[in-house]
Every structure is written in structure tokens, then in C-alpha cells.
């Protein structure tokens, strides 16, 4: 398949990166877009060389939210027949961790973009903000959700009521990032991140990001549940032996990824 608005390669064994590429329009997420992204994270997930995946933007834009143009006369229906929202969650069913690598802008949509993510490595440049607000409306793909499960009641109300938005400096702060780098090295780092993610027992990784994600899903005595179900099931794994063996001969695992 040809793109057109995105850029796919794979910088480094086991790791797949999806750049956006719309520049000019601050890589602003138009359905095309949104499509391409979904559609190239489906196949990086079923391919057996990738192990983690990378979405990026450029250094001024991660993305500056959904495309206002495409939306701004729609009516409610014509919105949920355009499926706007609807390819986010795509995004959830995806198996392998995915690092959302941001610099400058990732706002609206793009800031719940990065959200929707396993994890963010944000350049000193990183911009964080949802001003649906100043558009008459509110964030429409996760923002209210993930932001209040990941920085708390009060600041995401700042960020949804008044547009307040956050320096890189202040995300890796309040926990919404994992790291922060210079604006030449931040997609170098989280590559080196996925990289060191996609060497490891690619089941247990899956099931890993699957657990933890359903922490934000149930109660904790289901939870509890799950993740023991997820355990055990690890230990009809090839790649259990092979750790726990490695382990006890003092050497280094091989993975089989089964
Ligand atoms: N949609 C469509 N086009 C966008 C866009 C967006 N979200 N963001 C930027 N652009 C376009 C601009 O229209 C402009 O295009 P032209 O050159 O053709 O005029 C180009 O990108 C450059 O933008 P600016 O001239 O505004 O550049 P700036 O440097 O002065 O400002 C900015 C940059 C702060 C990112 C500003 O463009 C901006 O505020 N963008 C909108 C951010 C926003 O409101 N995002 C939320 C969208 S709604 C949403 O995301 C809903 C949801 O929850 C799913």
C-alpha cells in the first residue's frame, strides 16, 4: 500500500516507525490520515520482525489535533457517519506496545493521540494541550479519560476547561511522559527504547501491555484475577523455560517468542 500522508520504516531491529507527514498542516489528523496510521499499526502488529512500534510527527508537530477543516460545518450524524472518532480505537486493539516519540505540538486529538499510546518520549519542545475549548466543543478521543486517569482530577480540568497546556518539563512532572531528551536526540531515544522493548519474550510483552492496560479497565480484585490468569498462561511458553533456565545457568536468554 502507498502512503500519502504518512512515512513507515523500521530505524532499528524489531522496531517499527510510523512517521505523520503532513507538515504544513501541522500534521493535523484528517480521516486519510487517521486511516493510513490505523492500517500501518496493523501490519508493523502482525508482523513476526517487529517486536515495538514508534508513531512520530516532526520536531515542530507531533499533531495539532483532528482536522478542524474537515469538521467544521458537519452536522452530529454526518460526524459519526465520517467514523471521525472511530479510528482511535483501532489503536486499542493494537497487541504491541506503541511509544508515541513528540516534539513541539500535540495538541487536541494529538495530545490524545500520544495518550492512547504504552508510552511517551517527548522532546524539550513538546508541547501537551487540549483547546477543543476555544473551538466551541470538548476532546472527543479520550482526552477527558486518559488525561484525568494519568495526571489527576485537577490539572485535567485546568487542561479541558482553560486550554492550560504543558512544557515537556511539566509532563514528565506530573507522570504523562516516561522521558524527555534534547530535540536532536528524542527519536533516537525512544528508537533505543523500542529497540530494548522489542528484544525481549515477545508473549509475556504482549500480555504484559495487556494486563497493565486492564488496570484501567475493572476492579482491582478482577484485575488481580487477570493478571494471575496472564502469569500462569505465560508458563506453557517456550520462552518461560528458556528465561527461567538462562536465569539459573547464568547466561543469556534466547527468545522464541512462543
Ligand atoms: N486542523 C486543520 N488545520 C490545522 C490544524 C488543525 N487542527 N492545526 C493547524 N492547522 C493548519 C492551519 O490551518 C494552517 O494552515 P494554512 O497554512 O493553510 O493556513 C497551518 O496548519 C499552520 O497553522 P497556523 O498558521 O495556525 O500556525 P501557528 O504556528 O500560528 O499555530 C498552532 C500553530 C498553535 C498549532 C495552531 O495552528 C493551532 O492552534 N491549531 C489548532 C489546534 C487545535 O485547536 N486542535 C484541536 C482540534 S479539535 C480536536 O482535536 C477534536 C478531538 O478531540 C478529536
Given at each position: 500500500?502507498?502512503?500519502?500522508?504518512?512515512?513507515?520504516?523500521?530505524?532499528?531491529?524489531?522496531?517499527?516507525?510510523?512517521?505523520?507527514?503532513?507538515?504544513?498542516?501541522?500534521?493535523?489528523?484528517?480521516?486519510?490520515?487517521?486511516?493510513?496510521?490505523?492500517?500501518?499499526?496493523?501490519?508493523?502488529?502482525?508482523?513476526?520482525?517487529?517486536?515495538?512500534?514508534?508513531?512520530?510527527g516532526?520536531?515542530?508537530?507531533?499533531?495539532?489535533?483532528?482536522?478542524?477543516s474537515?469538521?467544521?460545518?458537519?452536522?452530529?450524524?454526518?460526524?459519526?457517519?465520517?467514523?471521525?472518532?472511530?479510528?482511535?480505537?483501532?489503536?486499542?486493539?493494537?497487541?504491541k506496545?506503541?511509544?508515541?516519540?513528540?516534539?513541539?505540538?500535540?495538541?487536541?486529538?494529538?495530545?490524545?493521540?500520544?495518550?492512547?499510546?504504552?508510552?511517551?518520549?517527548?522532546?524539550?519542545?513538546?508541547?501537551?494541550?487540549?483547546?477543543e475549548?476555544?473551538?466551541?466543543?470538548?476532546p472527543?478521543?479520550?482526552?477527558?479519560?486518559?488525561?484525568?486517569?494519568?495526571?489527576?482530577?485537577?490539572?485535567?480540568?485546568?487542561?479541558?476547561?482553560?486550554?492550560?497546556?504543558?512544557?515537556?518539563?511539566?509532563?514528565?512532572?506530573?507522570?504523562?511522559?516516561?522521558?524527555?531528551?534534547?530535540?536532536?536526540?528524542?527519536?533516537?531515544?525512544?528508537?533505543?527504547?523500542?529497540?530494548?522493548?522489542?528484544?525481549?519474550?515477545?508473549?509475556?510483552?504482549r500480555?504484559?501491555?495487556?494486563?497493565?492496560?486492564?488496570?484501567?479497565?475493572?476492579?482491582?480484585?478482577?484485575?488481580?484475577?487477570?493478571?494471575?490468569?496472564?502469569?500462569?498462561?505465560?508458563?506453557?511458553?517456550?520462552?518461560?523455560?528458556?528465561?527461567?533456565?538462562?536465569?539459573?545457568?547464568?547466561?543469556?536468554?534466547?527468545?522464541?517468542?512462543?
Amino acid at each position: 500500500m502507498d502512503y500519502e500522508n504518512i512515512l513507515v520504516e523500521q530505524p532499528a531491529e524489531g522496531v517499527g516507525l510510523v512517521q505523520l507527514n503532513r507538515p504544513k498542516a501541522y500534521n493535523a489528523l484528517n480521516g486519510p490520515l487517521m486511516d493510513e496510521l490505523m492500517t500501518a499499526l496493523e501490519r508493523l502488529d502482525a508482523n513476526d520482525a517487529v517486536g515495538c512500534m514508534i508513531i512520530t510527527g516532526n520536531e515542530k508537530a507531533f499533531a495539532a489535533g483532528a482536522d478542524i477543516s474537515e469538521m467544521a460545518q458537519a452536522s452530529p450524524v454526518e460526524m459519526m457517519n465520517l467514523a471521525f472518532i472511530d479510528r482511535w480505537e483501532r489503536l486499542r486493539d493494537i497487541q504491541k506496545p506503541v511509544i508515541a516519540a513528540v516534539s513541539g505540538f500535540a495538541l487536541g486529538g494529538g495530545c490524545e493521540l500520544a495518550l492512547a499510546c504504552d508510552m511517551i518520549v517527548a522532546s524539550e519542545r513538546a508541547i501537551f494541550g487540549q483547546p477543543e475549548i476555544n473551538l466551541g466543543v470538548i476532546p472527543g478521543a479520550g482526552g477527558t479519560q486518559r488525561l484525568l486517569r494519568t495526571i489527576g482530577k485537577a490539572l485535567t480540568m485546568e487542561m479541558v476547561l482553560n486550554d492550560r497546556r504543558l512544557s515537556a518539563e511539566e509532563a514528565e512532572r506530573f507522570g504523562l511522559v516516561n522521558r524527555v531528551a534534547p530535540v536532536d536526540e528524542y527519536l533516537q531515544v525512544a528508537i533505543k527504547l523500542a529497540g530494548e522493548i522489542a528484544a525481549r519474550a515477545p508473549v509475556a510483552i504482549r500480555l504484559a501491555k495487556d494486563a497493565v492496560n486492564m488496570a484501567l479497565e475493572t476492579t482491582l480484585t478482577a484485575g488481580l484475577a487477570y493478571e494471575r490468569n496472564h502469569f500462569y498462561a505465560l508458563f506453557a511458553t517456550e520462552d518461560q523455560k528458556e528465561g527461567m533456565d538462562a536465569f539459573l545457568n547464568k547466561r543469556k536468554p534466547e527468545w522464541k517468542g512462543h
